[in-house]
């Protein structure tokens, strides 16, 4: 198959959803080509962790090592956390003749747009859902979910779109009105063949880094901003940490604006040990978690929480109703939300794990991520749905023909 993904911010460094899934279905013998975004009139807020130098140079490199092709597109402005594309986009998606259209996001403008009138692109659809029922309570919510009810749902249904849920969350069914049987859950994963331990270069990084064997060293890699728990990581680290043992912290990560600052001089003014380091390439991500004894999630959920389990490494979170669901294999421990007592706690309790203790851990960790969210199994499902997608599509199309 021919298949076009829509995404609105695609970075050629990230290990987002596009970047992994683009991946493995070439490697399944499938043409893909991502359409995104232009970055010049996207938001500094949004660009600051990954950058926007050399993006062309990135994109190139992206498409030779992944065999994709990456066509970007401009947008006519961004407005209340959306973007809003000029009108070349749709004659690119009719330009480039997918056979199978995957949608990333069906609440972004570009997704609602598509999802309202999908017979204008000739071609299968799909589409999914990241968000949480916990993470869309705003003020607009309210007039917004009886907006996409009205003037979406009912074209999803009536077309038979299939929308990927990659949370186990009835956000789409509750909030959306989207039937959960047209709703498959499938969960995002780690690249198992880039993340997993490597004593060789757990090494070489501690070598590098200054770091002793004998440290126990806790990372968090990701965005440091409000949404993230930056203020929560910051603050649980600014005390010593109570351990026998010698305590080190990999702070991964770019920070932005006046929020950034404070959150850095916190994080320098620690009487724990913290290296910090910017926003590492995604593929480069795996040595600093195969270099590390535990992660930190401090707010929400994060998809490096897939990569930190692939490398064996046990993840303390937050107590939300996702996390909760991931510690059941016991290689994760939650603590109270926002409570940065319960979250050193934790820390201290997971350092002073005697090594049988930890080794099982870590041992579970892996074997759990292996055997649930390998994402070499994760895209074969996704590929299952857009395949019998494009059956539906294909026998639609020929009893219209008949007629």
């Known amino acids: 198959m021919r298949i076009l993904q829509i995404e609105d911010f695609f970075h050629p460094d990230a290990g987002y959803q596009v970047n992994v899934l683009s991946k493995y279905l070439t490697k399944a ?4 080509i991502i359409l995104t975004s232009e970055m010049l009139k996207v938001p500094e807020s949004l660009t600051s962790f990954f950058g926007r130098s050399d993006l ?7 498409e030779r090592c ?12 961004f407005a209340g956390n959306r973007f ?10 009719r330009q480039l003749a997918p056979d199978l259209l ?31 029922k916990m993470a869309s309570a705003n003020k607009l919510h309210v007039p917004f979910c009886w907006w996409y009810k009205t003037f979406v749902t009912p074209s999803i249904q009536k077309n038979n779109i299939p929308i990927i849920r990659t949370q186990d969350d009835c956000y789409v069914q509750s909030e959306l009105g989207i039937p959960l049987e047209q709703s498959p859950y499938i969960p995002l994963g780690s690249d198992t063949m880039l993340f997993r331990p490597s004593p060789e270069k757990r090494q070489e990084f501690r070598r590098e880094n200054g770091i002793s064997e004998d440290a126990f060293v806790v990372i968090y890699a ?32 770019n920070t932005n604006g006046e929020y950034g600052m404070k959150i850095e001089a916190k994080l320098k003014a620690s009487q724990n040990s913290v290296l910090r380091f910017p926003t590492q ?55 109270r939300k926002d409570n940065v007592s319960d979250f050193r706690a934790k820390i ?6 005697n090594p049988a203790e930890y080794a099982l851990i870590a041992q579970r960790a892996q074997a759990f991520i292996d055997k649930e969210y390998s994402y070499e199994d994760t895209a074969k499902k996704y590929l299952h749905v857009m395949t019998e997608a494009k059956k539906h599509f294909d026998e639609v199309k020929r009893k219209d023909r008949e007629r």
Not at 298 to 324: H, M, R, W
Not at 348 to 353: G, M, R
């Open 29 to 32: 013998g499938h043409e893909v």
């Open 56 to 62: 062309e140079e990135k994109d190139r490199e992206f």
């Open 66 to 77: 992944n065999k994709v092709k990456i066509v970007r597109v401009p947008l006519r402005c």
């Open 84 to 93: 809003i594309y000029t009108r070349m986009i749709y004659k690119k998606i």
């Open 102 to 132: 995957y949608v990333h996001g069906n609440d972004t403008y570009i997704g609602m747009t598509i999802l309202r009138k999908p017979l204008k692109y000739d071609c299968a659809i799909v589409s999914d859902s990241h968000m949480l």
């Open 222 to 253: 990701g965005k440091l901003d409000e949404t993230k728990g930056g203020d929560l990581l910051a603050d649980g680290v600014a005390e010593k940490i109570n351990s026998r043992r010698e305590i080190v912290f990999l702070i991964v990560g």
């Open 281 to 335: 390439k995604y593929t480069n991500l795996a040595s600093f978690f195969q270099a590390s004894d535990l992660a930190l999630f401090p707010k929400q959920c994060s998809l490096s929480f897939y990569d930190a389990q692939a490398c064996g490494l046990p993840v303390v979170f937050e107590d939300n109703n996702i996390n909760t669901d991931r510690s059941k294999a016991g290689t994760a421990f939650t603590f």
């Open 348 to 353: 201290e309790y997971c350092a002073a794990l």
